[in-house]
């Protein structure tokens, strides 16, 4: 996991090396929005179409969606364009607030950012998109996220707390191999189960929510 000064970015090319895809780590405040903006600039003196996941950022600030503001116009020119995918929930509510989705798109998956970009190749999104667990294998570990895989710990044992969680996510059950306390309480956090009456209250809630179907 990140702190809060850090951000690490993974940067691929496909498409005949005319499309960039930038998988990003951490967050993106005043400091390492100048990172980012240093790798979209790099990049982009030869490529203008754009790829951003979010895939493990706990946060953005201003300063981080005024580095993707400034290049998005310029790409469009040249026939290019900046598009995000795999937001938290969280960042992806704030990229809503700020009505940013009525100017940049937004895809859930990268197989639709790459078909909004016309790239259909057989395997171009394993090629992209590392897997988020590294789990045995089972179909259920594979399709799982680590906040889907924390909601349904909790919902099972609310009592747990984040060494527990973590403990139970680095089992071959779910297969999350490379995870730290740290990282599970900030996920906690970001989903409003960092403390024990959180937890008890969404186990309770999942619970009426199941006697009620």
């Known amino acids: 996991m990140q702190t809060e000064t850090e951000l690490k970015i993974t940067s691929r090319t496909l498409d005949s090396n005319d499309l960039a895809m930038l998988t990003l780590d951490g967050y993106i405040n005043s400091t390492t929005a100048v990172q980012l903006k240093k790798e979209i600039e790099h990049l982009g003196k030869k490529i203008f179409r754009f790829i951003i996941s979010f895939r493990g950022v706990e946060y953005v600030s201003s300063a981080g969606w005024g580095v993707v503001l400034t290049r998005i116009r310029e790409f469009r020119e040249k026939k290019g364009d900046i598009v995000f995918i795999n ?12 009505e940013l989705n009525q100017v940049i798109k937004y895809f859930s998956t990268t197989k639709d950012a790459l078909r909004y970009f016309g790239v259909t190749e057989p395997g171009a999104v394993s ?4 897997p988020l667990s590294g789990g045995d294998g089972s179909p259920d570990a594979q399709r799982l996220t680590i906040e889907d895989a924390i909601r349904r710990i909790v919902r099972e044992n609310p009592l747990l707390n984040a060494t527990q969680i973590k403990q139970t996510l680095t089992s071959p059950a779910y297969g999350f191999v490379k995870l730290n306390t740290l990282k599970v309480y900030f996920v906690l956090r970001r989903l409003r189960l960092n403390t024990r009456e959180r937890k008890l209250y969404y186990a309770w809630q999942c619970l009426v929510k199941k006697t009620r179907m």
């Open 87 to 98: 937001m938290s929930d969280e960042v992806n509510s704030i990229f809503k607030l700020l």
């Open 127 to 130: 090629e992209l998109e590392e």
